[in-house]
């Protein structure tokens, strides 16, 4: 099976854009979670959506929204960049929101603000 | 406020030792632990998981414990490889919320 894809790899915006990144989860899995890492904070949760309705949402402001589609593609927007939205955006599949938990991660895309 | 906190940037071991990583959790409604991988430009790797009614898993080289009193678990690797140089995150899920509530991670180096 192929692997979860993200695109853009790279991606380099300017302050008081908005930028849309996009997840396509492995065949069969329905569940997409989005996550930012940034140095010494881990991974940050930013919202999970199931069947194209968002199930739970992270410590972000407004300015990061999501959306999924019916093929299950998962497309992450944030308005307005701020320097510090600098980070490597993670998106996440797994069969379901329920038992196994394991969720099978895409490369990122390393978003830079200038 | 950092519900799993793993206290270790990094850890240096040498090939064929063990490699232990820790990891503290506060969340007492936490009840499922994973372990993930992760290498340089790539997402981060499913590696291991434990249920909070066990307190040991192991798969292969790589074992994980829990501690459910100390509110700890670590991660054992056993032989240490040169390719189990990563970045180890611990993650943890209570039954009623439904993201993964990562940790910072731990870099490990296995010297050759």
């Known amino acids: ?114 | 406020d950092q519900q799993v906190k793993q206290n270790s940037p990094s850890l240096s071991v040498q090939e064929g030792r063990i490699s232990i990583l820790n990891c503290d959790y506060t969340n007492s409604m936490f009840d499922y632990f994973l372990w993930y991988k992760k290498y340089p430009a790539e997402g981060p790797t499913f590696l291991i998981s434990i249920s909070s009614i066990k307190d040991k898993n192991e798969d292969g080289r790589f074992t994980v414990f829990l501690n459910k009193s100390a509110k700890h678990l670590s991660l054992h690797i056993v032989p240490s490889q040169p390719g189990d140089s990563a970045v180890y995150f611990c993650a943890a899920r209570s039954g009623s919320a439904r993201q993964l509530t990562f940790g910072s991670g731990t870099q490990l180096t296995v010297l050759p």
Request: net charge positive; with cysteine; glycine share 12%.
């Open chain 1, 1 to 114: 099976k192929a692997g979860v894809t993200q695109t853009p790899r790279y991606l380099i915006k300017t302050r008081g854009q908005q930028v849309t990144l996009s997840c396509s989860p492995i065949s069969g899995h329905r569940s997409v979670s989005w996550y930012q890492q940034t140095p010494g904070q881990g991974l940050q949760f930013l919202f999970e959506y199931f069947s194209e309705t968002q199930r739970n949402k992270g410590n972000f402001p407004g300015r990061f929204s999501g959306r999924q589609f019916s093929n299950s593609r998962s497309e992450m927007n944030v308005s307005t960049l701020e320097l510090g939205d600098s980070a490597l955006y993670l998106c996440a599949s797994s069969l379901g929101t329920g038992f196994p938990y394991e969720q099978y991660f895409g490369p990122g895309t390393r978003l830079t603000v200038t």
